[in-house]
Nanobody
């Protein structure tokens, strides 16, 4: 099982960025995938997830209306479209596989850095 996050970037406040998480080694469509950033000096904080058949998405209040999660099961990839970025969105963004659909993350990507600064 492997998850590879990409989309590292330096963007200005109110800018946009899209992150990708490419998966391999398992039946991709069976599992929910989430994004979990870690801001400097802070712990991991879940922001969004999407289930395997793309019938349900969830967002943290801090990103609702600004971030959109999606997936392409034919490409084994999950995306996070990030709009109206704020300096407080600066973090190392990890994608992770949810083993049960109840927040049990068993495999993690390597993280991709997002920096929001003027």
């Amino acid at each position: 099982v492997q998850l590879v996050a990409s989309g590292v970037g330096l963007v200005q406040p109110r800018g946009s960025l899209i992150l990708s998480c490419a998966a391999s080694g398992f039946t991709f469509g069976y599992f929910s995938i989430c994004w979990v950033p870690q801001a400097p000096g802070k712990g991991l904080e879940w922001v969004s997830d999407i289930n395997g058949d793309v019938t349900r998405t969830n967002y943290a209040d801090s990103v609702k209306g600004r971030f959109t999660i999606s997936r392409d099961n034919a490409k084994n990839t999950v995306y996070l479209q990030m709009n109206s970025l704020k300096p407080e969105d600066t973090a190392l963004y990890y994608c992770a596989r949810d083993l049960t659909g109840w927040g049990e993350y068993d495999y993690w990507g390597q993280g991709t850095q997002v920096t929001v600064s003027s």
